[in-house]
């Protein structure tokens, strides 16, 4: 836990940090010339003169001249104006994704651009170490796969499910894997000989977005994801919020219905993971093909190609079942009750809907929009956007990428 704290800095994390602010400078930027560095920074154009030549030295980033003028620009007299851009593909990271029933492995460059990826299905029943094990054989084909020097690999991000201690590295508790106290990092360190960091999978989504994504420049963002249960990372001027024990965000388990709701796995009735989880749909979705079995959603189920179940729903709905548009409209607004809530708590620029509300977004979005918008306080809810996120599939593998990039390239410790 970063306690708050008053101590001066010794030479070395000033440079530290003068280092991170030029490189996310870059970064947001894409290539700026050493007078707009500085300006940007507010560091000397010694200082950063200085550093721009150790990370030529390190080859992070590159001198390009600028060769094409503006329409209407003269060139200027003298030298000829140089900027400076990252190296795309200086560095690497390995971004691990653990799901319920699923894991995603791929590897990235320093705009966490994705070269290659892999997913991996396996039995929720089976024992964390096993699961460990495939993590780390997959985690080593990727890097044959993609090419990539072992030397050039910084580390490797985990965006793991449930709840997770981020300093030990350690997931507490993943009731869905039924996963205890498995100590993800060390495990995965010594298997793998590489550095190693984990959080929460949601909020590593919320921080990619925050650094690649949609979220650039926000300041305060909510990602909220939906598959097997419901989660939200939070992020407060540009750093992940994880609460005073580790468990901000456990959005799916606000009370919604306060009588005669569904007992919840995490022991209370009428969650808000009762209502809209991928389970509760499937749910509602029975009953609808039982009372019609003639109807499009009937169909849809009964039909051949490969696509999940959730997806069937989802295609009935385009196709016209007005029932099932009807039921999935109901649940969205159930999730938009809860969002008001976090409108209220939170006052958010930006919400981002992941999972399940990002592949239905055509029969979510608008309804959530709408019961936010009449819902939240003094008109916070209209001032919010809210939107699907712009990494869909990628949401997981690219946020754990973006938690190894952040820990050992962009704002290391
Ligand atoms: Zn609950």
């Given at each position: 836990?970063?306690?708050?704290?008053?101590?001066?800095?010794?030479?070395?994390?000033?440079k530290?940090?003068?280092?991170?602010?030029?490189?996310l400078?870059?970064?947001?930027?894409?290539?700026?010339?050493?007078?707009?560095?500085?300006?940007?920074?507010?560091?000397?154009?010694?200082?950063?003169?200085?550093?721009?030549?150790?990370?030529?030295?390190?080859?992070?980033?590159?001198?390009?001249?600028e060769?094409?003028?503006?329409?209407?620009?003269?060139?200027?007299?003298?030298?000829?104006r140089t900027s400076?851009?990252?190296?795309?593909?200086?560095?690497?990271?390995?971004?691990?994704?653990?799901?319920?029933?699923?894991?995603?492995?791929g590897?990235?460059?320093?705009?966490?651009?994705?070269?290659?990826?892999?997913?991996?299905?396996?039995?929720?029943?089976?024992?964390?170490?096993?699961?460990?094990?495939?993590?780390?054989?997959?985690?080593?084909?990727?890097?044959?796969?993609?090419?990539?020097?072992?030397?050039?690999?910084?580390?490797?991000?985990?965006?793991?499910?449930?709840l997770v201690?981020?300093?030990?590295?350690?997931?507490?508790?993943?009731?869905?894997?039924?996963?205890?106290?498995?100590?993800?990092?060390d495990?995965?360190?010594?298997?793998l000989?590489?550095?190693?960091?984990?959080?929460?999978?949601?909020?590593?989504?919320a921080?990619?977005?925050t650094?690649?994504?949609?979220?650039?420049?926000?300041?305060?963002?909510?990602f909220?994801?939906?598959?097997?249960?419901?989660?939200?990372g939070?992020?407060?001027?540009?750093?992940?919020?994880?609460?005073?024990?580790?468990g901000?965000?456990?959005?799916g388990?606000?009370?919604?219905?306060?009588?005669?709701?569904?007992?919840?796995?995490?022991?209370?009735?009428?969650?808000?993971?009762?209502?809209?989880?991928?389970?509760?749909?499937?749910r509602?979705?029975?009953?609808?093909?039982?009372?019609?079995?003639?109807?499009?959603?009937?169909q849809?189920?009964?039909?051949?190609?490969?696509?999940?179940?959730?997806?069937?729903?989802?295609?009935?709905?385009r196709?016209?079942?007005?029932?099932?548009?009807?039921?999935?409209?109901?649940?969205?607004?159930?999730?938009?009750?809860?969002?008001?809530g976090l409108?209220?708590?939170?006052?958010?620029?930006?919400?981002?809907?992941?999972?399940?509300?990002?592949?239905?977004?055509?029969?979510?979005?608008?309804?959530?929009?709408?019961?936010?918008?009449?819902?939240?306080?003094g008109?916070?809810?209209?001032?919010v956007?809210?939107?699907?996120t712009?990494?869909?599939?990628?949401a997981?593998?690219?946020?754990?990428?973006?938690?190894?990039?952040?820990?050992?390239?962009y704002?290391?410790?």
């Amino acid at each position: 836990m970063s306690k708050q704290s008053f101590q001066g800095s010794n030479i070395n994390l000033v440079k530290l940090h003068n280092l991170q602010v030029v490189l996310l400078s870059l970064l947001h930027e894409s290539h700026l010339s050493r007078v707009q560095l500085a300006q940007k920074t507010n560091l000397s154009s010694t200082t950063i003169t200085n550093l721009i030549a150790e990370l030529i030295g390190q080859r992070i980033v590159s001198e390009l001249e600028e060769t094409a003028l503006e329409p209407g620009e003269l060139r200027p007299v003298g030298r000829p104006r140089t900027s400076i851009q990252l190296e795309p593909n200086a560095r690497f990271v390995i971004g691990v994704h653990i799901g319920v029933g699923l894991f995603r492995v791929g590897i990235s460059n320093i705009y966490n651009e994705m070269l290659y990826n892999q997913v991996i299905y396996f039995d929720v029943g089976l024992p964390a170490g096993q699961v460990l094990e495939q993590i780390v054989t997959t985690i080593e084909t990727v890097i044959l796969a993609s090419g990539v020097e072992r030397g050039n690999i910084l580390g490797v991000g985990v965006g793991a499910s449930g709840l997770v201690d981020f300093h030990s590295g350690v997931n507490l508790l993943a009731p869905n894997l039924n996963w205890r106290d498995v100590p993800l990092r060390d495990a995965l360190q010594q298997a793998l000989n590489l550095s190693v960091v984990v959080d929460n999978n949601v909020r590593t989504m919320a921080l990619g977005e925050t650094y690649f994504g949609v979220g650039r420049g926000v300041d305060s963002l909510a990602f909220v994801y939906g598959r097997t249960g419901v989660g939200a990372g939070l992020i407060f001027k540009g750093q992940v919020f994880r609460g005073s024990t580790k468990g901000a965000g456990e959005i799916g388990h606000t009370t919604i219905l306060l009588r005669g709701g569904e007992l919840c796995r995490c022991g209370n009735r009428g969650c808000l993971e009762t209502l809209i989880s991928e389970e509760a749909i499937l749910r509602q979705t029975d009953q609808i093909a039982r009372l019609y079995p003639q109807g499009i959603l009937a169909q849809t189920l009964s039909d051949k190609d490969d696509i999940s179940p959730i997806e069937r729903v989802f295609r009935a709905g385009r196709a016209g079942d007005e029932t099932v548009r009807a039921m999935l409209e109901d649940r969205a607004f159930y999730l938009g009750v809860a969002l008001t809530g976090l409108v209220n708590l939170f006052n958010p620029e930006l919400i981002l809907l992941g999972g399940i509300f990002s592949r239905g977004q055509d029969f979510f979005l608008e309804p959530i929009i709408q019961t936010v918008s009449q819902m939240s306080f003094g008109g916070m809810g209209k001032q919010v956007r809210i939107e699907a996120t712009s990494f869909g599939w990628k949401a997981g593998v690219l946020g754990a990428s973006a938690l190894a990039l952040m820990h050992f390239f962009y704002q290391p410790e």
